[in-house]
């Protein structure tokens, strides 16, 4: 396995445990993402994928355990990270454009009684060319299609020009052209420095897109390629057999 | 024909109603559209009821009602914010408990003012004919303050607008966000009760941000239609009450909603009409 060193990280999760409503959904979740990598968050459904980001987002208290953000903490950490949430968490009929729509994840750094600056509308129109969506910039958000509006929530956390990049579930729901955009563009993020984790249900996507992929049920139960990890002989030694054979199959491994 | 327009004009109060239609047509376009596209509308209707214990005891004590109105709607939207912070309880639960509550509070209060039979039907279906020189400075100061804080805080309440999560990770301050939208739409209400009346307030609130969201795609257009949506429909309804002598408040509200079955019929892109247009070329191309 070729682990990055842990200085050069941007993102540096250790022994984090988290609770909610007083159960334990996480614990001893070690992960790391260095600049340039691609990282994959793989589990079944309820296996803490999207607890684990919020918490990265510091929307959710850690019980144990450090999260290091370009060696800050979340709350440091506040504002500065992209992230992607899943498409049905945004009012898309909502009565603006998708230039307004990108501009709205700058709202933090523009900063109260202020309009957006010369820098604000070059990220925007950065982030807009990035995921190829300058001729729609005008075009109400409502009219977009599925995949349309996944770009313009990628362009979103783009505009804050992030060192990571955390997404939930970008590939849920999307056409085969649609996939290969987005998996083009974050070849190109990580090739420029940024660091990507990525949850996703869906292995064979992710294995042709991760360089890494932890797999995650309230820890973390394998960490290597995606060639590694196409071995039942893991699974079955993280979940046993009756429990794994029923993960394989749910993942995508074994049809 | 132009003495139907200008007559009216020749009375000072019904200047000063012209003016406070005016005013609270506009104001409650730009803070309805807000609330319309939260689907807030329900937090409006609890307001409305809510003012009313504050306006029964500003009106014991003969002090302003408009002062009254303002403090007690506050604190019945503070107290449901609060309230509803427990996940236990579904927010439009609590504001089930709390207006009613309100309301009650208010009936009781208004009972022992002696001859309140009339000052509670002008509160429930409003008195624009009333209306003192110091309402209309206090309506337009209100309402100048008003537009100022939603200009000043428009893109954060489209940021929230859109994404509450996403916004709350940033480090927006959901809670006071919310806590200042709540405070405009109960400042908002409590100004145009005196042109509506308290059950009729929240049509004003709402049916021209209605129409305005049939009308148009862009936020921005809508801030401008809303309000003006607003302004025709308080003058059109005071008109015809002066013409035909019926209930000023009740016929702007049908004005209002006159304007918005026309354009749920004919609106270019949303409406009935365009919608079966549509549909029909649709069917016609693939022969």
């Known amino acids: 396995m070729n682990r990055p060193a842990p200085d050069a990280a941007v993102l540096q999760v250790t022994g984090v445990a988290v609770e909610l409503a007083g159960r334990q959904v996480l614990h001893d979740v070690d992960v790391q993402v260095a600049a340039k990598e691609h990282v994959g968050l793989i589990g079944p459904n309820g296996a803490g994928k999207t607890t684990l980001l919020r918490s990265l987002l510091g929307l959710l208290p850690i019980t144990s355990g450090v999260i290091a953000i370009d060696g800050r903490t979340p709350q440091e950490a506040r504002g500065s990270i992209g992230y992607v949430p899943q498409r049905h968490e945004f009012v898309w009929d909502y009565p603006v454009d998708v230039r307004t729509a990108v501009m709205t994840g700058r709202t933090h750094r523009i900063g109260w009684l202020r309009r957006p600056s010369a820098d604000d509308r070059a990220a925007v129109d950065e982030a807009l060319e990035r995921v190829d969506l300058v001729d729609l910039h005008r075009r109400p958000i409502g009219e977009l299609s599925g995949g349309q509006r996944q770009r313009v929530l990628v362009a979103r956390a783009l505009a804050l020009r992030p060192s990571l990049l955390l997404l939930d579930e970008p590939f849920t729901g999307l056409d085969v052209p649609t996939q290969e955009i987005l998996t083009r563009l974050f070849r190109t993020l990580t090739s420029e420095g940024t660091a990507i984790l990525m949850t996703t249900h869906d292995l064979p996507a992710a294995a042709d897109t991760c360089s890494r992929l932890c797999l995650l049920n309230e820890t973390v139960v394998a960490d290597g390629t995606p060639e590694e990890l196409r071995d039942p002989a893991i699974w079955l030694r993280a979940f046993g057999v009756a429990r794994s054979e029923q993960l394989l199959h749910t993942l995508g491994v074994t049809r | ?287």
């Open chain 2, 1 to 287: 024909m132009i003495e139907f327009f200008i007559e009216p004009w020749q009375h000072v109060f019904m200047q000063r109603a012209f003016l406070v239609v005016l005013m609270s047509g506009v104001i409650c376009g730009v803070i309805g559209s807000h609330v319309a596209l939260r689907g807030m509308a329900f937090i409006g209707d609890a307001v409305a009821h809510a003012v009313f214990p504050g306006i029964a005891i500003a009106f014991v004590l003969q002090t302003s009602l408009v002062v009254g109105g303002i403090v007690a709607g506050l604190i019945t939207a503070f107290s449901i914010a609060v309230v509803s912070q427990n996940r236990r309880l579904k927010e439009d639960t609590v504001i089930g408990v709390f207006f009613a509550g309100a309301f009650g509070l208010g009936i009781v209060v208004m009972s022992t003012a002696p001859g309140y039979g009339g000052s509670l039907e002008s509160f429930l279906f409003g008195s624009v004919l009333g209306i003192g020189n110091r309402d209309v400075v206090t309506v337009a100061v209100a309402g100048a303050v008003l537009l100022l804080v939603s200009a000043a805080l428009h893109k954060e309440f489209v940021t929230v607008g859109l994404d509450r999560e996403t916004a709350r990770s940033v480090g927006l301050p959901i809670f006071w966000l919310d806590m200042a939208l709540y405070a405009m739409v109960t400042i908002a209400i409590v100004i145009s009760i005196q042109a509506v009346g308290n059950i009729l307030v929240l049509a004003l609130l709402i049916t021209p941000a209605a129409c305005a969201r049939l009308l148009t795609d862009r936020i921005g257009a809508m801030m401008l239609i809303a309000p003006l949506i607003g302004a025709f429909s308080g003058l059109t309804g005071l008109y015809l009450s002066y013409a035909f002598n019926l209930a000023a408040g009740g016929l702007i509200v049908l004005t209002a909603t006159t304007v918005f079955i026309a354009c749920w019929v004919f609106a270019p892109r949303h409406g009935l009409l365009s919608h079966r247009r549509s549909s029909a070329a649709a069917a016609v191309v693939p022969a």
